[in-house]
């Protein structure tokens, strides 16, 4: 990464700026099953955020607070929320990612469980595209070298 | 619909998708994709596919572009051909 030259502007209009921004994101991400958005757009600003931490303030400074090791976790927390919902109703008898099913362990009826279980799988893929957004912009600003190597 | 919204909208997208494969500079070629893909959202929303609008505005204008902006800082800003 190229040397970083603090810039009062930028630095404060980010700390204005990201909070509405991830408040919409999660808004996006828990209204994604009856209204346009999802867990993909909602990831996608979400992580958007995230990247414009890392352009405005020092990318070492931001990366000690949300550590790459942590966002490789996410990652694949996302992806397990997502198979494992699946993977829980094909365990109940039904086909894979039919929620209707869930009703057998849930205290709900029928209607409401598949609502909970897209709302479920929309956080999975939320917290999967988020980590990956990010990782993809670690690796294109600092060209590859990732921290704990040699 | 309204057709004439439409019409501006095209010619506007045609423009921007022209000048971002025609400009040399990598920045301004990054912006304009940009400013392409916000129009697109725009059309797309006022033909009333408010999902694929909103997908568009994330991730074309939004998330794309600060990827190229990233990949431009590791080469040269000036294109060679």
């Known amino acids: 990464m190229k040397e970083r030259y603090p810039d009062v502007t930028i630095e404060t209009i980010c700390r204005l700026l990201i909070p509405p921004i991830q408040l919409f994101a999660l808004y996006v991400i828990a209204h994604g099953h009856y209204s346009p958005g999802g867990g ?12 414009m931490m890392f352009i405005a303030y020092d990318i070492g400074e931001v990366k000690r607070k949300m550590q790459e090791k ?11 929320i997502f198979a494992g919902i699946g993977l829980i109703c094909l365990i109940l008898g039904a086909n894979y990612l039919d929620y209707g099913i869930l009703h057998n362990i849930l205290p709900v009826h029928q209607a409401k469980a598949r609502a909970l279980g897209t709302l479920g799988i929309e956080i999975g893929v939320g917290i999967a595209v988020t980590s990956v957004m990010v990782s993809i912009f670690l690796n294109i600003a600092t060209a590859g070298e990732h921290e704990g190597e040699p | 619909m309204i057709w004439q919204l439409d019409i501006v909208f095209l010619i506007l997208v045609v423009i921007s998708a022209i000048a971002a494969i025609s400009v040399k500079d990598l920045l301004s070629s990054a912006i304009l994709l940009g400013a392409y893909s916000f129009l697109m959202c725009l059309l797309w929303s006022e033909m009333g596919a408010v ?5 568009e505005a994330a991730v074309g204008a939004g998330i794309s572009t600060a990827f190229f902006i990233g990949f431009i800082y590791q080469t040269t800003r000036r294109t060679k051909d």
């Open chain 1, 40 to 51: 993909f757009q909602g990831g996608c600003i979400l992580g958007a955020s995230f990247i």
């Open chain 1, 70 to 80: 942590l966002n490789t976790i996410l990652c694949s927390t996302g992806v397990l």
């Open chain 2, 51 to 55: 999902d694929v609008a909103f997908t």
